[in-house]
């Protein structure tokens, strides 16, 4: 018998009830709900409370999701979070996932930033394609609330709090994922990073006084390469499987400016209808946009459906997965 594809058979996501609109943060800096939108395209964003942490997002979502898949919580084999906003430096997020569900399974973190969830995800695949493991859960999911300066206009409009979560299996039907493509370049790291709370710059006085535990981005240059790299390789992506725009059923992006969006699916040559959209409702979630992306289309995928995910992020990373959805979604 071949070996089998990773192929996602379920999808769920959580969600902070807490909204944080345009016109919140209009009271909070210099910035209108105009500027953002016609930049962005964000209208509101979810924040988390305080007192609680990434797990706390992502072990509901998950919970969710083996409640709705009827998958036993002991039958998980390894949970990868892809995250930047870990509960703490360590241990990993995903074992304090595991233990939130009650459950001892394998498990780590994986830190692409905004891409890594499609990181996470392709690695994930590996284990179940290779007949290691036969249940895996991925989730991105960030607080980025945590590490966002609010007093600073150019990054608190772009960000939002959020996890989504996958669970996948093997698959003998040629449905799954197909093929990935991951980048990175260290050179971008300049451009987008938080400075002070590494081993290089322990956290101290003078790092927390200088604002150096939040994140920084460079917008224009993050920008320019993003729009560039995220269209890129979603057409090569495409090119290299033999793909043209009338056999993707959805383009699934990673959820950082609608003008970025808007340059991929250009590139792509699919129209505006067959792209996954909601970053107007909960902004840059970074590794948590795709999966609630496809936790919100679910219903509208069918069993074979041509799905391409792409993003980019700090550091930079960017990639793309082809992938074949497993199911009807309103089964």
């Known amino acids: 018998m071949s070996r089998p594809s990773a192929a996602i058979t379920g999808v ?3 969600l902070p009830e807490k909204i944080l ?3 919140d943060l209009e009271r909070m800096v210099d910035t209108n709900d105009e500027w953002i939108q016609s930049r962005t395209g964000i209208r509101e964003r979810r924040l988390l409370g305080k007192g609680l942490g990434t797990s706390d997002m992502a072990a509901p979502a998950i919970e969710k999701l083996l409640k709705k898949t009827n998958t036993p919580a002991e039958s998980i084999d390894l949970i990868i979070c892809a995250t930047v906003t870990p509960d703490m430096p360590f241990p990993a997020t995903a074992n304090l996932i595991a233990h939130k569900l009650g459950i001892a399974c394998a498990g780590f973190d994986i830190g692409a930033a905004c891409s890594g969830f499609l990181y996470a995800l392709t690695t994930g695949a590996k284990f179940i394609e290779s007949e ?7 989730v991105g999911a960030d607080k980025m609330s945590a590490i966002i300066d609010y007093q600073d206009r ?4 772009l960000f939002g709090d959020g996890a989504g979560a996958v669970l996948l299996e093997p698959n003998y039907e040629g449905v799954g994922i197909m093929d990935s493509i991951l980048c990175a370049d260290g050179a971008g790291a300049a451009h987008l990073h938080m400075k ?3 081993s290089v710059k322990p956290a101290s006085h003078e790092t927390v006084d200088a604002r150096e535990h939040y994140a920084f981005q460079d917008g224009r240059t993050v920008f320019k390469f993003a729009v560039t790299k995220m269209a890129e390789v979603a057409h090569q992506i495409m090119e ?3 793909l043209s725009a009338d056999d993707v059923k959805y383009l699934v992006p990673h959820q950082a400016n609608k003008r970025i969006i808007d340059a991929t699916a250009k590139r ?3 129209s505006e209808d067959k792209v996954m959209l909601n970053i107007q409702k909960y902004g840059n979630t970074t590794a948590g946009t795709i999966p609630i992306c496809l936790w919100e289309w679910e219903k509208e995928l069918k069993k074979g459906d041509n799905l391409i995910l792409a993003a980019f992020g700090g550091g930079f990373t960017w990639g793309s997965v082809y992938l074949k959805w497993a199911y009807d979604g309103e089964a």
């Open 12 to 14: 769920h996501a959580f």
């Open 154 to 157: 150019n990054t608190c409009v």
């Open 240 to 242: 290299k499987n033999q």
């Open 196 to 198: 002070a709370g590494g």
């Open 21 to 23: 609109s345009n016109a």
């Open 268 to 270: 792509m040559g699919v």
């Open 132 to 138: 290691t493991y036969k249940k895996v859960i991925v």
